[in-house]
């Protein structure tokens, strides 16, 4: 499993690099002279030039690629000229935030979606199904900013239950109780989308498995119908459950993105919009490489969650 | 096509989705001819009108235009756009995925790299940075929800390219002179494009809610000009003192994608295969019994007693009589071989016993299952699994797919023991060791802790006899347990069943379709054609001198080794299809001494002492 | 030589297996080892042996869809262009095991039938039609199959599309790639019955691969058993299996379940295959073999000539 855990991660070294050639040819399709482009028409030459050695613009694509990833891996992701301060430091403070919101909003999704779609394979036909089958069809079909709003005007503006937005209040706040008293909106609207999603594939998974011919021999050698169920069944269908939930903490992350706009959460998804707006281009760089690269590790969390699993995969 | 629109709207939420995206559809269509104020004129002493004021029939927004009209251009813009993604995304994704999916190693390996790469970043962030390079703007979002969605298609599409280009049609199209480029558009792509239409139904709703959700981010339509997702975002400040001007736009985003996302899943259910056939129904963990007539009353014979067993697989409005009242019975210590053509019934005979016919389809419709003196049809869902297993136990065709692959054989014997007996782990697994013995398994203590993917097919095949036994039950039903196995691995498991059974003293069922297995295993033999018994005695004696000239001719259709080059026998015609049976003989369109009432009224299973036929001219006479 | 449809020299595949990051490559799998044969025009060599024998794989290179290894594919004195199926196509056909996975299920049969036509020989539409009258003809099938979809037909109806396709194409050799395993006992012997009317008929050469000892021994003239991708014995239909000189070819006709033979496991140790990645030195039958002795795990015996006209591989073949 070690030696597993190790081919893993150096496989994924090609990945990150990847990823940042991807980001750093993107960037390179701004059009025309890039700092003016960047910095708008109101830039004094000072900031022009200053852009201009930042991104080392006067010297050839590849070296430029070499110098932006040889400083990236030393920690230094440059210095944001609408926030002036360290891109890095930034980045750090504005994911933490990030983390927390997605961080839960998967757990619940994984959690209830994996749950729905088992009962409703199992109940397959029944009342259970079919009401879980229709919320998972309005989840899915509703967009998660529109969520949030309506939640925001029934539970903080109609009920008075839940506070509007941002993270913590802001007199008198900063606990943890306060933190879940902010969070509990915006995590739930994130998780609507991801949870119909993993609710209907968990389904269609368990059904396809409740038909191999291994459930069969269960069956015939006398395993309760429950163990057969949430046993036999679940622990195969999780072999394809599993690369879906990797797929779902990447759109948990960028539905983040709309729920901080909604909740004024200070998250790294409005501070990359903002730097957008702004044509922040180190900022907007720098974010989407650190992220990116998280995402990749977690992904690796979730191969090597897939190889204790199933046997199969190892070697 | 008309099938395929007569099945699709047979869903009713598809229809209804159908419904609600076409009206919405037309709507946007006429919208330039509607009697609508201009969506962009602001007139800030009418703002924030309500819904249902006068000349503004959803009311105005914060500039006071009409929000109607902006809602109706808006519906418009989105649609296009969302569409006009998923049309580039889905046409380049799966030129893509086909090309790498049909060439295969370098190419294949180089573009799917390349797919992964982009696949690694969560989707949000390769749009944020397309849009941040290109600027905002509705067609640079196009073009961004276009390019993160290309990898989803690349690699669906090439997924089953792979399973395709690897089909056997695709070589004989080789060797029938076609090159790459004829192959990949003739014989690939129309196999491919229903899922490509699939795929493209399933996430066009997808890509109207992406680029909806760029332009409320600010990042996608530009001012003046609004599609959905920006009008959202800008009646976001006035979301309490004018919550109208989000709900308009939100409830249309929200009805654009679930109606597109009802009518996406219908056509997919109409277009799967796998889906038409029902296949993706639960089984139940017990065979539906739906018995038309009382069970017979008839007193048990043998251990195990078969009375004009019926099962049928109702499929939509169709009715297969897979096994049209059979009566089998097997004593202690016996073999009895069931023998039949693939479609005789002699497998679902076999599962009906337990109740293990999946069901849906399948239903029991008559007759009895008599074991220790009970009925099994008519017992509950826990006596009957109390005796699965422990009192009647299968051996199934195929070791690798019916052993569940993620656990270990160990611990499935001692679930199987466990399931049944409150013993102990350690004492389960002595027994499961005991039994490895038994069935001559090497090296069987670390063995135990294998999973099936790690061993042969005959040992697999030893595991699933071993687990079979584990529990010493009174009857074995093996369905077809050597016929994956290659021949000098299926010498070794009939012979070891054959010696358990004269050792422990079990009774077999034993279901094949090969005669030359049943003469070396069994003592008795019933000849299944149909889905009824068509003759039955002892081996020898069926096998000597058939009786039924069906039993013979398929007799003499086998081979046998050491004849030499010869000219085969043959039936001519083909098995019937068992949802429209003829009267009388099914056999009779297929055998040279029929008569016009052979194809007349019931011909009973008739015979004397341990012989029976189901014949009016037998070639030899049992009775 | 020209008497001879199909010559072989030499010909062998080994798959290579991927490489691993840090070691050097491994051998790779050699699924076919290097094999020489010869087949006269008209006859149907027979090609015996269980899973993992390499007979689907030489079966593959022998009609082009795979590029062997080492070695020359010689058809009817004609070298075509090792790995192009095109250029196999006039001379060698194929016809597969699963007959409905070998048709595609988008096109009707006279799709798939004009195929062969058009792209082999470039015929025009009414020529098209006259020959593919004629074939279904040969194989009695009925002409208004012709724009029905594969999915309407039965194994047996499918596997004489699969042949009658393979006929179009007018070759000189066949190669069946277990023909019947898919269908049922009574249709088999109509589809057995078929090919061998369609030899006479048209002359033509079979290799016909399978895994059922009596169905080849019923078609074929001669007979190869293949064991671990290599040849172990050549012979005679009538004599290989009744008088078999290699162990191997022994214990697979006394596993031959037989009507009216009594019940015995011919052997009861050591079932499994010699390990692919790792094959052992000698004789890779040696570790089942009753007769055993060392020089048989220490050198691998090659084909040679023993009576009149059977060959085995084996350093103690049995004696008559």
């Known amino acids: ?315 | 096509m008309t099938a395929f629109l007569k099945l699709l709207f047979r869903n009713r939420l598809a229809a209804m989705g159908a419904v609600v995206i076409a009206s919405i559809l037309v709507l946007a269509i006429l919208t330039p001819l509607l009697p609508l104020p201009e969506p962009n004129v602001t007139n800030t002493a009418d703002r924030f009108q309500r819904p249902f004021t006068e000349g503004h029939l959803l009311g105005t927004d914060h500039l006071g235009r009409d929000l109607l009209s902006r809602l109706l251009w808006g519906t418009r813009l989105s649609l296009a756009v969302g569409i006009a993604a998923a049309f580039v995304a889905a046409t380049i994704g799966s030129a893509i995925g086909i090309i790498a999916g049909y060439y295969g190693g370098r190419t294949d390996n180089l573009i799917m790299r390349g797919v992964d790469m982009l696949m690694a970043f969560p989707y949000i962030l390769l749009a944020l940075a397309i849009v941040a390079a290109l600027g905002p703007g509705l067609l640079n979002a196009l073009i961004a929800v276009a390019a993160v969605n290309i990898p989803f298609f690349a690699r669906n599409i090439r997924g089953i390219t792979v399973s395709l280009a690897g089909r056997e049609f695709v070589d004989a199209a080789r060797l029938a002179g076609k090159g790459h480029a004829s192959i990949i558009l003739t014989e690939v792509l129309p196999n491919v494009l229903p899922v490509i239409v699939i795929a493209m139904s399933t996430t066009v709703g997808w890509m109207i809610l992406e680029t909806a959700g760029l332009s409320f981010l600010g990042l996608g339509s530009q001012p003046p000009q609004a599609d959905l997702g920006s009008m959202l975002g800008e009646a976001r400040a006035a979301l309490i003192t004018a919550p109208h001007t989000s709900v308009v736009p939100g409830i249309m985003i929200f009805l654009i994608v679930m109606s597109v996302n009802l009518l996406g899943d219908g056509v997919r259910d109409a277009l799967d295969p796998r889906l038409k056939s029902g296949a993706l129904s639960r089984p139940r963990a017990i065979t539906q019994v739906d018995r038309t007539s009382p069970a017979p009353a008839t007193p048990q014979k043998g251990v195990l007693d078969l009375q004009e067993l019926e099962t049928q697989f109702h499929v939509g409005p169709r009715v297969y009589r897979a096994v049209g009242g059979v009566s089998l019975h097997v004593e202690p210590g016996e073999c009895l071989g069931v023998i039949g053509e693939s479609g005789s019934g002699k497998s679902v005979t076999a599962l009906s016993v337990m109740g293990l016919v999946a069901s849906p389809p399948g239903v029991i419709t008559g007759g009895a299952v008599k074991f220790g003196g009970e009925d099994l049809l008519g017992a509950s869902y826990e006596s009957l699994r109390r005796k699965r297993g422990d009192k009647v136990a299968y051996i199934f065709q195929d070791p690798l797919a019916t052993l569940h692959p993620l656990y270990k054989v160990g611990d499935q014997m001692i679930e199987a023991i466990q399931s049944h007996h409150k013993v102990s782990k350690s004492k389960a697994r002595a027994r499961a060791l005991e039994l490895f013995e038994a069935v001559r398994i090497p090296n069987p203590t670390s063995r135990l802790d294998n999973y099936p993917h790690e061993m042969s097919g005959g040992m697999r095949q030893r595991v699933g006899i071993a687990m079979a036994m584990v529990n010493d039950p009174e009857v074995i039903i093996a369905d077809e347990p050597t016929t994956a196995l290659d021949v000098t691995v299926q010498a070794q498991i009939l012979a070891l069943l054959d010696d358990l059974r004269r050792e422990r003293g079990l009774a077999i069922v034993f279901i094949t379709h090969d005669f030359g297995v049943v003469a070396q295993l069994c003592d008795r033999i019933a000849v299944m054609y149909a889905g009824r018994i068509v003759e039955e005695g002892p081996t020898a004696a069926v096998l000597d001198a058939p009786a039924h000239p069906y039993t013979a001719r398929l007799i003499a259709c086998v081979p046998e080794l050491g004849g030499g080059r010869r000219r085969l026998e043959a039936i001519p015609g083909l098995p019937p299809v068992v949802d429209n049976l003829p009267e009388g003989c099914a056999f009779a369109p297929r055998c040279a001494k029929a008569t016009p009432d052979c194809q007349r009224g019931e011909i009973a299973l008739e015979g004397a002492g341990a012989r029976a036929v189901r014949c009016i001219h037998p070639e030899e006479a049992v009775a | 030589m020209s008497d001879l449809a199909l010559k072989v020299t030499d010909l062998s595949k080994t798959f290579p297996l991927a490489k691993p990051l840090f070691r050097a490559a491994p051998p790779g799998v050699r699924a076919v080892r290097p094999m020489s044969f010869d087949v006269p025009k008209g006859e149907t060599l027979g090609i015996v042996g269980e899973s993992g024998c390499g007979k689907s794989t030489l079966a593959r290179m022998l009609v082009g869809l795979l590029t062997p290894t080492t070695g020359h594919i010689q058809i009817a004195g004609a070298k075509p262009d090792l790995g192009d199926p095109a250029a196999f196509g006039k001379l060698i056909q194929y016809v597969f095991q699963d007959p409905i996975s070998s048709l595609n299920p988008r096109k009707t049969i006279r799709q798939i039938m004009e195929a062969p036509l058009r792209q082999l020989y470039g015929m025009a539409r009414a020529e098209r039609d006259t020959r593919i009258a004629q074939i279904f003809d040969s194989v009695n099938l009925r002409e208004e199959f012709l724009d029905r979809y594969p999915h309407e037909f039965s194994g047996g109806q499918a596997q004489r599309i699969g042949i009658a396709r393979a006929l179009a194409a007018a070759p000189e050799i066949i190669v069946l790639d277990e023909p019947v395993s898919a269908l049922d006992v009574s249709v088999q012997a109509q589809v057995l019955n078929l090919l061998a009317d369609l030899r006479r008929e048209f002359g033509l050469t079979y290799l016909f691969i399978s895994h059922d000892l009596a169905v080849v021994e019923a078609v074929s003239d001669r007979v190869v058993v293949l064991y671990f991708g290599a040849v172990v014995e050549i012979g005679r239909a009538e004599t290989i299996f009744n008088a078999p000189k290699h162990p191997y070819t022994k214990l697979l006709a006394d596993s031959a379940p037989v009507v009216g033979r009594p019940l015995t496991a011919p052997e009861q140790k050591g079932t499994e295959l010699p390990d692919p990645l790792n094959p052992p030195p000698g004789c890779a039958f040696a570790g089942r073999c009753p007769r055993a002795t060392d020089i048989c795990r220490r050198d691998d015996p090659a084909l040679t000539l023993m009576g009149d006209d059977q060959f085995a591989a084996c350093h103690h073949p049995i004696e008559d």
């Open chain 1, 1 to 315: 499993m070690g030696a597993y855990i190790v081919k893993r991660l150096i496989s994924a070294i090609p990945v990150l690099f990847g990823i940042t050639v991807i980001v750093f040819l993107i960037m390179a399709m701004i059009p025309g002279d890039p700092a003016t482009a960047i910095l708008g028409s109101y830039a004094t030459p000072e900031n022009v030039e200053k852009l201009n050695r930042d991104l080392g613009l006067d010297k050839p694509m590849v070296q430029r690629y070499f110098i932006w990833l040889g400083n990236m891996l030393t920690g230094d992701f440059g210095r944001s000229f609408s926030l002036n301060r360290p891109v890095l430091d930034e980045i750090l403070e504005r994911f933490s935030a990030t983390l927390i919101l997605a961080g839960v909003s998967f757990v619940l999704c994984s959690l209830l979606g994996i749950l729905a779609g088992v009962v409703s394979a199992a109940r397959q036909y029944g009342f259970a199904d079919k009401a879980i089958t229709f919320t998972v069809l309005i989840g899915i079909s509703v967009p998660s900013f529109f969520l949030g709003m309506m939640m925001i005007l029934l539970f903080a503006v109609k009920l008075r239950w839940l506070p509007v937005s941002g993270m913590y209040a802001i007199y008198g706040g900063g606990d943890l109780p306060d933190l879940i008293y902010h969070l509990i909106m915006p995590a739930l609207a994130l998780a609507a989308v991801a949870t119909g999603v993993v609710a209907r594939l968990s389904r269609s998974a368990m059904l396809e498995v409740l038909r191999q011919d291994y459930i069969r021999t269960a069956r015939a050698k006398g395993v309760p119908e429950g163990r057969v169920i949430y046993g036999h069944a679940l622990r195969a269908a999780m072999v394809s459950i599993i690369p879906v939930l990797g797929i779902q903490a990447g759109f948990v992350l960028s539905g983040a993105v709309y729920i901080e706009m909604v909740f004024q959460w200070p998250g790294i998804g409005r501070m990359l919009v903002d730097a957008i707006l702004k044509r922040d281009i180190l900022l907007v760089q720098g974010g989407v490489v650190f992220v990116a690269g998280c995402y990749v590790l977690f992904n690796i969390a979730v191969d090597v969650a897939q190889g204790l699993l199933d046997p199969r995969i190892k070697t």
